[in-house]
RNA sequence: GGGCCUGUAGCAUAGCCCGGAUGAUGCACCGGCCUUCUAAGCCGGGGAACUGGGGUUCGAAUCCCCACAGGCCCGCCA
């Protein structure tokens, strides 16, 4: 695709066109072309300038019309401005996923980061979005948690009741969160399983206790519910929430995953091993070529994970025009075999698997059973702290209760934003100092500028305690002459806005948002730095406050599209 | 061994899909700026032949091939 107009250097051109292509095959030097083609343009008020430079054409694009048009556009829309038209498709994003067992470590949370913030910037273009969660509650690791924990504690194996040091008398403290209190017994309980056969036997028997509905699933969700409803309270500092959550036993009971096998099964696609476990060919779907088999079931009859996922895929597929998953990476293999069962299984639909890359730890990979952890919990209470501490060096006047709060925006904004900011493909090396920066290229930093400009605002309209003002689109003769660089920089910024909005929803590319708040941020701060606003001259005072109060509502509308809170004042 | 992904200043990243005009940003470093709108900020400076080697092109960080390095995966687990 050849692009004609592209944005120039900055300084030597606001629009750019590249002769070089067109000149050759009309046997032209580019230099000449350019010449001629500047030439041509034919003068209109959006452009004051156009002129050929060494075989490109650049376009000056006139500020006052440019600045009238943004503010105009940003003023009136306000929180829709960026707000794509509505789009008839029915979106599903699938994220986080999380296996109730234990307390979400950071890693995990990079799921929920890109899951919602993709969702919030797909609304924001126009389609209508719904999310979900799918709860695992079947197989070994939820029988896991019911076996340990519905046997009372003293009952349990020595060696797990000593790994999972609990208190004395067994009980959990009221400050601990579910999660991790189950999740304590969950690694010493795998490895002692490991060691002891007839203990994986009386497992297996419970798991096929469960999968069967001899054991009643209020009586096995129960541990896994509150696990979750721990985890949930963790993303929700985060500002990540979830429309709809989907238990995977609910397709083993509906009869959808026998449903499933059994379509499977006319495939061609369909293998029977000698044992009588039942799998799907898919070499030439990306399996490896020494093991292209994607098994389904088990030979004692029981289903593999695969077959629920391809169930819960198909009721994607009956409510949703688009299905997206999120995935870490290791599970990119697992998506291929989905997408072979789905195949045998007559579905043409695919959904769209984006995958990211794991947040290490400098020392290497995180382990849970390792005890090589950090867990979100942990970062999020740590950002808290550090929060509280700058917030209270700056702000004397501020109350209890308004540092607290302030502090819980900027700490979560500030994790959030920092596992955001990275191209979901790149592995992460998770450092402590780093994603706690509160300056440069950080949450912080955007919520500042936002602060600043919604201080001017209020302080325009009469007082810092008061509500913001909140000027009407300037008119052409309320814009400068020749507005400033610092004041074309920032209007340019805030027209992109939109397209940016356009460009994520379609790419899936959400770590541009942190990058362009920080872009907005930065130009407000030099703007603020250059000129006044308050006490300026009265024939740019309306101008400049139509400006901040513009720049407020784009940083308050990308900061909305990454989850982080706007903050008033911090 | 095979497959997918990544490799850009001391460190961390954007740019790569869609090739263009002196390679952008943050941290760290050096030097400045709080008696007027919040210094979580601003201004200035040093520091990179974009892992290496070939190729395509008027032009390559960007496209192609090879090599090297790192991440992830290759279960009748989920």
């Not at 307390?103 to 979900?132: C, E, F, Y």
């Not at 799998?279 to 490896?288: H, K, N, Q, T």
């Not at 005072?541 to 909305?560: E, P």
């Amino acid at each position: 695709m050849l692009r004609a107009v592209e944005p120039g250097p900055e300084g030597r051109a606001d629009l750019a066109m590249a002769m070089f292509r067109i000149a050759k095959p009309l046997g032209l030097r580019p230099e000449e072309l350019a010449l001629e083609v500047a030439k041509a343009v034919p003068a209109v008020p959006e452009f004051t300038e156009v002129q050929a430079d060494r075989g490109f054409v650049n376009f000056q694009i006139e500020p006052r019309l440019f600045a009238e048009r943004t503010l105009a556009s940003v003023l009136t829309r306000k929180e829709r401005f960026g707000q794509g038209h509505p789009r008839p498709e029915r979106v599903c994003v699938e994220h986080t996923s999380a296996n109730p067992t234990g307390p979400l470590h950071i890693g995990r949370s990079r799921n929920t980061v890109i899951g919602d913030t993709l969702v919030r910037v797909l609304k924001m273009a126009g389609w209508s979005v719904t999310s979900q969660f799918y709860v695992d509650d079947v197989g070994r690791q939820a029988a896991m948690l019911v076996w340990i924990w519905t046997t009372p504690v003293e009952a349990w194996p020595p060696e797990v009741r000593e790994a999972a040091k609990l208190p004395p008398d067994g009980k959990r403290p009221p400050d601990v969160k579910a999660d991790h209190w189950y999740g304590r017994a969950y690694p010493p309980t795998a490895a002692y399983i490991k060691e002891h056969p007839d203990a994986a036997r009386s497992l297996a028997e419970l798991s096929e206790n469960m999968e069967s509905g001899k054991l009643p699933k209020e009586e096995y969700r129960r541990i896994p519910q509150e696990i979750l409803e721990a985890i949930l309270a963790s993303l929700r500092r985060m500002n990540a929430s979830f429309d709809e959550f989907v238990w995977e036993s609910d397709f083993l009971f509906d009869g959808s995953v026998e449903r499933v096998a059994e379509k499977v099964r006319t495939s061609p696609r369909y293998h029977r091993t000698e044992d009588g476990a039942e799998a799907v060919e898919a070499s030439d779907m990306g399996l490896p070529k020494e093991s292209p088999w994607v098994y389904f079931a088990r030979s004692d009859g029981t289903f593999l994970y695969p077959a629920r996922d391809v169930a819960y895929h198909l009721q994607k597929f009956s409510r949703f025009d688009r299905v997206i998953d999120i995935l870490g990476e290791d599970h990119k293999l697992h998506a291929r075999g989905i997408a072979a069962l789905l195949d045998a299984a007559g579905e043409m639909r695919r959904p769209e698997v984006l995958t990211y890359g794991f947040i290490n730890l400098p020392e290497g990979r995180m382990t849970t059973r390792g005890g090589r952890v950090v867990n979100l919990d942990d970062v999020l209470d740590e950002a808290h702290e550090r929060a509280v501490a700058e917030v209270k060096k700056r702000r004397e006047d501020l109350s209890t209760e308004e540092v607290e709060r302030i502090a819980e925006s900027v700490g979560a904004g500030a994790v959030r934003f920092h596992v955001l900011r990275v191209q979901p493909e790149k592995p992460i090396v998770f450092r402590w100092e780093e994603a706690l920066s509160f300056e440069g290229k950080s949450a912080p930093f955007v919520q500042y500028a936002h602060a600043r400009a919604a201080s001017l605002l209020r302080k325009a309209a009469g007082s810092d305690t008061g509500p913001r003002l909140e000027p009407s689109p300037p008119s052409k003769a309320d814009i400068p002459q020749a507005p400033h660089p610092k004041e074309i920089a920032l209007v340019r910024a805030l027209s992109q806005f939109p397209s940016l909005i356009e460009k994520v929803a379609e790419g899936r590319s959400v770590h541009l948002l942190a990058l362009y708040g920080h872009e907005v941020a930065e130009r407000l701060n030099e703007f603020y730095q250059e000129l006044r606003v308050l006490n300026s001259e009265p024939e740019v005072r309306a101008f400049r406050l139509a400006l901040v109060s513009a720049t407020r509502q784009v940083l308050a509308n990308t900061l909305g599209v990454i989850g982080v809170d706007a903050l008033e004042r911090m």
